[in-house]
């Protein structure tokens, strides 16, 4: 699985910015995706995972502001950012599970007034 995520940008608190990540491979249907974060100076963090038949689930942290969603057929993982703080700002990760962990190369958000 190869995945590529894009979107990522320089908002100002209270906006909002919607991160996509594209996948290749035929493993993405049976895949749990991720989004996960990492700010300069912390460990990454999960942000959110969603998988088939499951509800999505969230960090506390993001829970109400995030939404995360998937595109089976174009296989697409997106993550929908509403009211962004800037305790946000960091590098999104989109990741992907089944039998082994892929990663894609992270996509850069900032916050900041």
């Known amino acids: 699985v190869q995945l590529q995520a894009s979107g990522g940008g320089l908002v100002q608190p209270g906006e909002s910015l919607r991160l996509s990540c594209a996948a290749s491979?035929?493993?993405?249907?049976?895949?749990?995706m991720y989004w996960y974060r990492q700010a300069p100076g912390k460990e990454r963090e999960l942000v959110a995972s969603i998988s088939y038949g499951s509800d999505p689930k969230y960090s506390d942290s993001v829970k109400g502001r995030f939404a995360i969603s998937r595109d089976y057929r174009n296989k697409m993982l997106y993550l929908q950012m509403n009211d962004l703080r800037p305790e946000d700002s960091g590098v999104y990760y989109c990741?992907?599970?089944?039998?082994?962990?892929?990663w894609g190369q992270g996509t850069q958000v900032t916050v900041s007034s």
């Open positions: 491979g035929s493993l993405f249907q049976r895949a749990v």
């Open positions: 990741s992907s599970y089944y039998r082994l962990q892929y």
